[in-house]
Nanobody
Framework: QLQLVESGGGLVQPGGSLRLSCAAS????????IGWFRQAPGKEREGVSC????????NYADSVKGRFTISRDNAKNTVYLQMNSLKPEDTAVYYC???????????????????WGQGTQVTVSS
């Protein structure tokens, strides 16, 4: 069964850090770009970041540039999202998904992604 599983979410104070993981089972991530999305209460899901299959290219939403870093370890079949300097507006359910292709062109387009994880909650609050 093809599956993506996110982990690493939780409650953190403003200014804190979290690292999210996206682990794949049933298939290898090597050939796919991987994206991270998030959905805050009452808002539409939005693209956060994407990493190409090789890891050589990354993209970020303007709202997280300079604070979030996406990376991948293909040997572990896992993609990470390091989130620093977290703000209350980063509170959301975070999802990872594998893109139908190796690049991150127009990474925010949800229809370009095939499989989605179930999401992990990130809450930034004092």
């Amino acid at each position: 069964q093809l599956q993506l599983v996110e982990s690493g979410g939780g409650l953190v104070q403003p200014g804190g850090s979290l690292r999210l993981s996206c682990a794949a089972s049933g298939f290898t991530l090597d050939y796919y770009a991987i994206g991270w999305f998030r959905q805050a209460p009452g808002k539409e899901r939005e693209g956060v970041s994407c990493i190409s299959s090789s890891g050589g290219s990354t993209n970020y939403a303007d709202s997280v540039k300079g604070r979030f870093t996406i990376s991948r370890d293909n040997a572990k079949n896992t993609v990470y999202l390091q989130m620093n300097s977290l703000k209350p507006e980063d509170t959301a359910v975070y999802y990872c998904a594998n893109r139908d292709g190796s690049s991150c062109s127009l990474f925010f387009l949800e229809y370009e992604y095939d499989y989605w994880g179930q999401g992990t909650q990130v809450t930034v609050s004092s």
